[in-house]
């Protein structure tokens, strides 16, 4: 199994830039999460998704959006890029909501 | 609301030494808790989680950590520091049966030689 896998590791963006963070998880888990990690802040919930066509938004929501689509795949969409979305994305998935597992991250640059 | 608070964003021990971090919760149900570490440039790890049954819970790692009601903590120990320990930590809580987890800011421990 590769678990949670995302893409791209890095990614560079000028401001008002779009693009979409790609996370899929081969465990068949119905909970996935996008989270963001700024220094001295934690992790801070983005957006989540309790199986597929089914999302909600976390703590940190605006200028993000998501769909699930198939029970694999959990893309975030960055609508207009905005250096404050300067940060570590970390997708997340789970059988349950007592363990997440997580994938590698992406650093994303917004200048 | 409920949130996870910990006490010292860098905690430096020798090795061989006691390792301590702190972690308090608020919540008005009791939660379930957890602890994860993140070696750098990696993901997060699940360390260890308490979801109702003993209240002491041990990891992976040689890790564990008690959850005491009557403090609201969950503070993770390990008797003896080795250098591999050396990683950013996180607890976090979540309601039973909630969709999402809480983060602390994390704990960054240093192992001094």
């Known amino acids: 199994n590769a678990g949670v896998t995302q893409t791209p590791k890095f990614q560079v963006l000028k401001t008002g830039q779009s693009m979409t963070l790609q996370c899929a998880q081969d465990?068949?888990?119905?909970?996935m999460s996008w989270y963001r990690q700024d220094p001295g802040m934690g992790l801070r919930l983005i957006h989540y998704?309790?199986?597929?066509?089914?999302?909600d938004q976390g703590e940190v929501p605006n200028g993000y959006n998501v769909s699930r689509s198939t029970t694999e795949d959990f893309p975030l969409r960055l609508l207009s890029a905005a250096p404050s979305q300067t940060s570590v994305y970390f997708c997340?998935?789970?059988?349950?909501?007592?363990?997440?597992?997580f994938g590698p991250g992406t650093r994303l640059t917004v200048l | 609301a409920q949130s996870v608070t910990q006490l010292g964003s860098h905690v430096s021990v020798s090795e061989g030494a006691l390792v301590l971090l702190r972690c308090n919760y608020s919540s008005s149900v009791p939660p379930y808790l957890f602890w994860y570490v993140q070696y750098p440039n990696q993901g997060l790890q699940l360390l260890l989680k308490y979801t109702s049954a003993a209240t002491l819970v041990k990891g992976i790692n040689g890790f564990e950590a008690e959850f005491k009601k009557s403090e609201t903590s969950f503070h993770l120990t390990k008797p003896s520091a080795h250098m591999r320990d050396a990683a950013e930590y996180f607890c976090?809580?979540?309601?039973?049966?909630?969709?999402?987890?809480?983060f602390g800011q994390g704990t960054r421990l240093t192992i001094n030689p």
């Open positions: 998704s309790v199986g597929a066509g089914i999302t």
């Open positions: 997340a998935s789970s059988s349950s909501v007592n363990e997440q597992f």
């Open positions: 465990m068949n888990h119905e909970y």
């Open positions: 976090a809580v979540n309601l039973q049966g909630a969709q999402k987890l809480v």
